[in-house]
Antibody, heavy 121, light 107 residues
Framework: QLQLQVSGPGLVKPSETLSLTCSVS??????????WGWIRQPPGKGLEWVGS???????YYNPSLESRLTISVDTSKNQFSLNLNSMTAADTAVYYC?????????????WGQGTLVTVSS | DIQMTQSPSSVSASVGDRVTITCRAS??????LAWYQQKPGKAPKLLIY???SLQSGVPSRFSGSGSGTDFTLTISSLQPEDFATYYC?????????FGQGTKVEIK
């Protein structure tokens, strides 16, 4: 059974860069059948799609974050990663990684547990 | 961006009740809509995709309908484990966007 696990810091200082990794087990990230995505949720608020990536390197980014965002894949580690720079308090959220249901169709059927990232000095 | 508006924002219901949640898109999204269930402290769970397709393993009391701009999620007979927050999400246009959520509470 596919499992996704998010790892990364729980606290980031303003203006710094957030780096999160999603480790995939129970399946290969190097399958052409799926994209892999990031979704975030500010405390007590709704969900926001951040971006998605294919193992081949194709990415889709939320335009509101695109200038600060990089999503990449490391097939040797069966992981994909998020880097978001120039962090502000508005980026405080639970960050989830997830698998697309099929190919680049943006329905998310398997989710990691999420990690709370707080932006504070 | 396509705005997704859910109604109501919250609903109080009893076990066994039929519950309907509505999601309206600010422009047409054909059938490119999903519904998720989220419980406190947990990741969302995909219930319905392509507006009316039931995700594998999801009980048949959940159903979805609609196309274009107006969609509904129906729980035919509410069970104790269904008390949660429900979100719609459009997959037609970038950026993908979610509704603000509907909380189903115990009456």
């Amino acid at each position: 059974q596919l499992q996704l696990q998010v790892s990364g810091p729980g606290l980031v200082k303003p203006s710094e860069t957030l780096s999160l990794t999603c480790s995939v087990s129970g399946g290969s990230i190097s399958t052409s059948s799926y994209y892999w995505g990031w979704i975030r949720q500010p405390p007590g608020k709704g969900l926001e799609w951040v971006g998605s990536v294919h193992y081949g390197g194709t990415t889709y980014y939320n335009p509101s974050l695109e200038s600060r965002l990089t999503i990449s894949v490391d097939t040797s580690k069966n992981q994909f990663s998020l880097n978001l720079n120039s962090m502000t308090a508005a980026d405080t959220a639970v960050y989830y990684c997830a698998k697309h249901l099929f190919y680049d169709v943006h329905y998310f059927d398997s989710w990691g547990q999420g990690t709370l990232v707080t932006v504070s000095s | 961006d396509i705005q997704m508006t859910q109604s109501p924002s919250s609903v109080s219901a009893s076990v066994g009740d039929r519950v309907t949640i509505t999601c309206r898109a600010s422009q047409g999204i054909r059938y490119w809509l999903a519904w998720y269930q989220q419980k406190p402290g947990k990741a969302p769970k995909l219930l319905i995709y392509a507006a009316s397709s039931l995700q594998s393993g999801v009980p048949s009391r959940f159903s979805g309908s609609g196309s274009g701009t107006d969609f509904t999620l129906t729980i035919s007979s509410l069970q104790p484990e269904d008390f949660a927050t429900y979100y719609c999400q459009q997959a037609n246009s970038f950026p993908r966007t979610f509704g603000q959520g509907t909380k189903v509470e115990i009456k």
